[in-house]
């Protein structure tokens, strides 16, 4: 596609459901990246995924955070048993070999918990 | 703990005038650096990266870097109201780390 396609754009869960977030990168973009920004802060680095290697999740910030791409394409965020900490703009980057800076950022799953 | 620091602001410039972003960070070793415009309600899109001392230009903007005193800061020449939006420094390790860490960011108001 020609950008960084994320889904849902909003999404309103109730406290303890599971939700999941589905980022679709640039066509040949081998790197993807989740990023996690709440109200007034920065971004949050959460997990990077480099093509076939096995990705970093060192930002994951608890067990309840898992991520997985197929076939080095689509990937999707899954958050269990929701918290009202968990509410933030979640964020998908991709790059492209060789310009590994190059983010190209999609425009974000809004999560709330209630 | 690597940390990426910026003044929140809001920083209001007139018109026309420039505006001067700033960003400090911790891990001397850093290698790459980025400035991010982020309007509200929008996803984050890259507008200068350097690698190297001194300045780097593109267009009205222009990114500093002095690696010794280890900051970096972000000029918009000829401000304009559509400049007005948050301004994210991000600054990588580089030695095969591709993950930048972010600061929070300055908003940045111009006004008419």
């Known amino acids: 596609g020609a950008g960084v396609s994320q889904s849902p754009s909003n999404k309103v869960t109730e406290k303890g459901k599971d939700v999941e977030l589905r980022c679709d990168p640039i066509s040949g973009h081998t790197a993807l990246y989740w990023y996690r920004q709440s109200l007034g802060q920065g971004l949050e680095f959460l997990i990077y995924f480099q093509g076939n290697s096995a990705p970093d999740k060192s930002g994951l910030p608890s067990d309840r955070f898992s991520a997985e791409r197929t076939g080095g394409s689509v990937s999707t965020l899954t958050i269990q048993r929701t918290q009202q900490e968990d509410s933030a703009v979640y964020l998908c980057?991709?790059?492209?070999?060789?310009?590994?800076?190059?983010?190209?950022f999609g425009s974000g799953t809004r999560l709330t918990v209630v | 703990q690597k940390e990426v620091e910026q003044n929140s602001g809001p920083l209001s410039v007139p018109e026309g005038a420039i505006a001067s972003l700033n960003c400090t960070y911790s891990?001397?070793?850093?290698?790459?650096f980025f400035w991010y415009r982020q309007y509200s309600g929008k996803s984050p899109e890259l507008i200068m990266f350097?690698?190297?001392?001194g300045d780097k230009e593109d267009g009205r903007f222009t990114a500093q870097l002095n690696k010794a005193s280890q900051y970096v800061s972000l000029l918009i020449r000829d401000s304009q109201p559509s400049d007005s939006a948050t301004y994210l420094c991000a600054v990588n390790a580089g030695g095969g780390s591709y993950i930048p860490t972010f600061g929070r960011g300055t908003s940045l108001i111009v006004h008419p």
């Open positions: 350097i690698y190297s001392n």
């Open positions: 891990d001397r070793g850093s290698q790459s």
């Open positions: 980057a991709s790059s492209q070999p060789g310009n590994p800076y190059g983010y190209t």
